[in-house]
């Protein structure tokens, strides 16, 4: 098969995720943290092709005070046990799982996946306060392919933005310690030219 060769062993297309240990803290008060690790995962723009294509992505509606409006962005979620839409995300789960495990004490078990379509998709200010994550320290890792967007956080009590982190092309965050009920996170809208952006959200069991 004339080309296969070229495109198999072609190493910037190769869905490969690096070594964890790079991972930086940054201590955001009362207790809440983020972990960054720009470039976690290498072939980032062929697994963004993939997923825009093979997963099954929902639009939703949602009441707005009188009205029924768009929710801006595209959504798929997996539960527990559910499998993954690429093994390279069951990976990157199990990785997480194996890092932190000591620090978590339970796996990882959910990938909710969003789709910005471009920069007038968002998601607003708020906390993953589904279950344990309202009363107790837990953690939201985030893998993010395709075009970078801004993810900002800020006190939930009121206060400026602490920290903005760019996040695309094989990019992973994550969100701990009490950061789901003393901080809200935003994905804002953005005036300028991007291109689509994926996030593989995973969350402990019963974690939203
Ligand atoms: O897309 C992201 O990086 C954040 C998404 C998010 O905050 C959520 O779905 O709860
Ligand atoms: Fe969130």
């Known amino acids: 098969m004339p080309g296969l060769q070229g495109s198999l062993f072609d190493q910037g297309d190769e869905i490969r995720l690096g070594p964890l240990p790079g991972l930086r803290r940054t ?13 976690w995962l290498s072939g980032a723009d062929t ?12 639009a939703e509606r949602r009441q707005m005070y009188e009205r029924e409006v768009d929710v801006p962005r595209l959504l798929a979620f ?7 839409p690429h093994p390279v995300l069951t990976e990157a789960r199990d990785a997480l799982t194996r890092h932190y495990a000591a620090e978590l004490g ?22 993953d306060r589904i279950g344990r994550s309202a009363t107790e320290d837990t953690m939201v890792a985030i ?9 900002v956080l800020r006190p939930r009590d009121g206060g400026a933005t602490l920290l903005r982190l760019p996040l695309g ?7 701990g310690g009490s950061c789901q ?12 030219a991007v ?10 069991r019963g974690v939203g």
């Open 106 to 127: 339970e796996p990882f078990a959910t990938a909710g996946l969003c789709l910005y379509r471009d920069g007038r998709d968002s998601v607003a200010w708020h906390g």
């Open 195 to 204: 291109g689509p952006r994926i996030s593989i959200q995973y969350r402990p």
């Open 27 to 39: 201590a955001l008060g009362a207790g809440a943290w983020v972990d960054h690790l720009p470039g």
């Open 47 to 58: 697994l963004f092709e993939r997923l825009a294509e093979d997963v099954p992505w929902r």
């Open 78 to 84: 997996y539960g527990e046990g559910e499998p993954l």
């Open 169 to 175: 092309h094989g990019d992973l965050v994550v969100m």
């Open 181 to 192: 009920r003393t901080m809200e996170h935003a994905i804002p809208k953005s005036r300028r």
């Open 143 to 151: 893998l993010s392919v395709g075009d970078p967007r801004d993810l």
